[in-house]
């Protein structure tokens, strides 16, 4: 009898075994050992605790209702429940958890009984062991599987970062990998980098506004959770708004925006791993964004050189190619504008028997002055030839530009017209700087405005008046860059000293004179950058005064 007896526990205890060799989950295996020891014991009470995070927890508890799975090991709890028989698994001394049942209705448990339990709780010792180990192993390889997720994620995201040349499609994408990778269905991307256009993308998440969060997130450096959150106003408004991890952008030190995520499903939490993915994904896409302005000032910039190119040649080819020769006056003009276009304008224009000598100072720069320009004269040279007295075209002049342009573009204009031959002449002088005529003796007259700068109000009248170009007189037509030059002590130039140099140089050959007039601009200013367009037009009649 005792031999089949010992035969029976031996076959149970092979039998048991082999089923908790072959449990690989730590809960099933001990769900399995409690009824295996239960049902051959025929007892209707047991308990089964194992150690998780250091601290005893029931695993598994029948028949005994005070007994909760999950809650802490309580030996005397366990013992009220009814748990007469309390069996350590693994060493004596230092258990990995307890087996415990009621009394069998045998009475004790008999030597062979003990027996059969320790070699039981010892195979189960292992088998947690090992299926500790394989949950480890398996818990490892899921993280590992994840992070070269994750690692694949940033890589495929750098090389569509890569390609893109818009913020706009940097934010797009930015988003789309976070609701992919998180699973989330309310969000937000948001920049404000100085200089640049904001880039907004947001879905279910409305009521933050940029700046506010420009302000408040300018101090984070790493993504963190809103929960985490010092300042009680930014916390209550994120969580408000149900936005559950905040991911900052920074490009080098300065944080030029933000990527909100809302709540994952099933309540599921965002790990530090999930952290420290945001924190990659945030560094690749403030490079995007950096990258993409970049290429938009870049393009900008090469736009706006190509309209100065383009203004540049407008206003080359506006000028005359060459100043017309006239037996016994010499005429020579030069423009330097203080940019890529200026607004100055010179031009010399068949008029009946004499010619109309015209210096222009063009409101605004650009494009825009170029047009205004070309506009300005073409209606000269179309009016010119209209056998009109001069004041009546400045007037016709005026009104159709005024028509035809913005309020704030007009033009200043001094028209002289001049017949070679004679050296009678009269002029207009259409709110623009005072011409000087040099007479051979050294005494200078003012040629005085006569009227508003054209194009300015409608309906202006405007007055002729008549000069003499005697022999070995000089006229000077010029724009303002010229007698409002600055020295490094933002000094002007002033007409005094364009009246000294043009006396100094009065017998010499026109393109001396203009040539001395701009060397003594630029010994004037020095240093001093080139603020306005520099234009001058210098007439002298040859001969001797008499």
């Not at 303002?480 to 002590?489: F, I, S």
């Amino acid at each position: 009898m005792t031999g089949d007896y010992e035969e029976t526990h031996l076959d149970a205890l092979i039998e048991s075994a082999q089923l908790l060799q072959r449990a690989l989950d730590v809960d099933e295996l001990l769900r399995h050992l409690l009824r295996s020891v239960m049902g051959r014991f025929l007892v209707r009470r047991g308990v089964v605790a194992i150690e998780t995070a250091g601290e005893l927890r029931i695993a598994h508890a029948r028949g005994a209702g005070e007994l909760v799975s999950g809650a802490s090991f309580d030996r005397a709890a366990v013992q009220r429940a009814g748990i007469d028989i309390l069996l350590p698994i693994g060493q004596q001394a230092n258990p990995i958890g307890y087996l415990g049942i009621s009394r069998p209705a045998a009475g004790e448990v008999s030597a062979a009984d003990q027996q059969f339990l320790d070699a039981l709780l010892g195979i189960a010792s292992s088998g947690i062991a090992t299926a500790k180990a394989h949950g480890e192993t398996t818990r490892l390889n899921e993280i590992l599987e994840r992070r070269v997720h994750e690692l694949r994620t940033l890589l495929d995201l750098g090389r569509g970062f890569t390609s893109a040349l818009d913020p706009e499609e940097v934010a797009n994408l930015l988003a789309l990998t976070l609701a992919g990778q998180w699973a989330v269905r309310r969000y937000a991307i948001v920049t404000w980098k100085d200089g640049t256009a904001p880039v907004e993308k947001r879905k279910g998440i409305h009521g933050l506004d940029g700046s506010a969060l420009r302000e408040a997130i300018a101090a984070m450096s790493a993504p963190c959770l809103t929960a985490e959150i010092e300042a009680d106003a930014l916390r209550e408004q994120l969580q408000k708004e149900e936005v559950a991890a905040v991911v900052p952008i920074v490009s080098g030190e300065t944080v030029i925006g933000v990527a909100l995520a809302g709540e994952r499903p099933r309540n599921l939490p965002y790990s530090e791993t999930d952290l420290e993915f945001a924190a990659g994904l945030a560094a690749q896409a403030a490079v995007a964004f950096e990258n993409a302005w970049h290429f938009q000032v870049t393009v900008e910039k090469e736009k706006l050189e190509k309209e100065l190119q383009l203004a540049a040649d407008i206003q080359r080819r506006l000028l005359p190619a060459a100043m017309p020769a006239f037996d016994g006056m010499e005429v020579v003009a030069r423009t330097r504008p203080a940019r890529h276009v200026g607004g100055d304008y010179y031009d010399v224009v068949p008029f009946g028997s004499e010619h109309v000598f015209c210096v222009a100072d063009v409101s605004g720069k650009g494009i825009a002055a170029s047009l205004l320009m070309s506009n300005f004269q073409a209606t000269l040279r179309a009016l010119a030839s209209s056998g009109r007295p001069l004041a009546e075209i400045v007037a016709r002049m005026n009104d159709l530009m005024w028509a035809s342009t913005a309020a704030n573009k007009y033009v200043t204009a001094i028209f002289v017209a001049i017949d070679p031959a004679t050296g009678d002449a009269h002029y207009v002088n259409a709110g623009h700087n005072d011409g000087f005529l040099l007479r051979a003796d050294g005494s200078v007259e003012q040629l005085k405005a006569t009227g508003m700068s054209v194009g300015l109000l409608p309906a202006r009248p405007y007055t002729e008046k008549e000069i003499v170009l005697a022999p070995g007189d000089l006229l000077a037509l010029y724009s303002d860059g010229v007698t409002e030059a600055n020295d490094p002590h933002e000094n002007e130039f002033e007409s005094e000293r364009l009246i000294e140099v043009l006396r100094t140089q009065q017998r010499a050959p026109a393109a001396a004179i203009v040539e001395s007039v701009y060397a003594a601009v630029d010994a004037f200013a020095a240093t001093a950058p080139q603020y306005d367009d520099i234009t001058l037009m210098v007439i002298t009649r040859s001969g001797e005064a008499s």
